[in-house]
């Protein structure tokens, strides 16, 4: 079946720009997670939703970063007024909750750089 | 927060040769992946693995809850193998979100 699905894959912004970037989950998959990969570094976590409702924003650096999952599906990450150390890839993970299995499943990514 | 740590961070192979890979946590986990970062950025998961041992091909994967580790072995290394592999944990208290560790470089040679 098809995997996670992130659009676009490659995005550039001058600095003060707004972006949006845009992720497919797997059909069924009730949690989506966005995490933020600085080059050279693992993963970080950002924010969680469980269907259409976000139960942890954490991770999110500032309030220049929202996101949404309106329908329970398909999720935005909006960055707004983008700075350099914004520069990352945004990679989006599903998993199927419910079960006592929580194995998340990743997306391509988007690289965005910030000029 | 939870501490992930893995080694070596680095690592360079001739083909056919076998490795592993390690990855030290700071508590009790509910969930433990092992993920292959190919050249392209596509995480690929390798395994699910909260405990026990697992086998696919020629990776395969021990978890030791008890003790906090887990470990990677590659065998019989292929050039397709390079890549950075991440080991991920998460607490279910923390909602199942991933904490990675830094990870290891492999570059294998032909």
């Known amino acids: 079946g098809a995997g996670v699905s992130q659009s676009p894959r490659y995005k550039v912004a001058k600095r003060g720009q707004d972006v949006a970037l845009r992720c497919d989950p797997i059909?069924?998959?009730?949690?989506l997670f966005w995490y933020q990969q600085a080059l050279g570094q693992g993963p970080e976590f950002l924010t969680y939703?469980?269907?259409?409702?976000?139960?942890?924003k954490s991770g999110l650096p500032s309030d220049r970063f929202f996101a949404e999952r309106p329908e329970g599906s398909v999720s935005t990450l909006k960055i707004q007024r983008t700075q350099q150390e914004d520069s990352a890839v945004y990679l989006c993970a599903s998993s199927l909750r419910g079960t006592d299995i929580y194995e998340q499943y990743f997306g391509p990514g988007t690289r965005l750089t910030v000029t | 927060g939870i501490q992930v740590e893995q080694s070596p961070p680095d690592l360079i192979l001739q083909e056919g040769a076998n490795s592993t890979l390690r990855c030290n946590f700071s508590d009790s986990v509910n969930n433990l992946q092992w993920f292959h970062q190919n050249p392209w950025g596509q995480l690929i998961n390798l395994f699910y693995i909260p405990s026990g041992t697992k086998q696919n091909g020629r990776l395969s994967a021990t978890t030791v809850a008890t003790e906090r580790y887990s470990l990677l072995y590659i065998s019989s290394s292929q050039t397709t193998d390079s890549g950075v592999y991440f080991c991920a944990v998460d607490l279910l208290e923390y909602g199942n979100k991933l904490v990675f560790g830094a990870g290891t470089i492999l570059r294998v040679k032909s």
């Open positions: 939703f469980q269907n259409e409702a976000q139960l942890d």
């Open positions: 059909s069924g998959h009730v949690s």
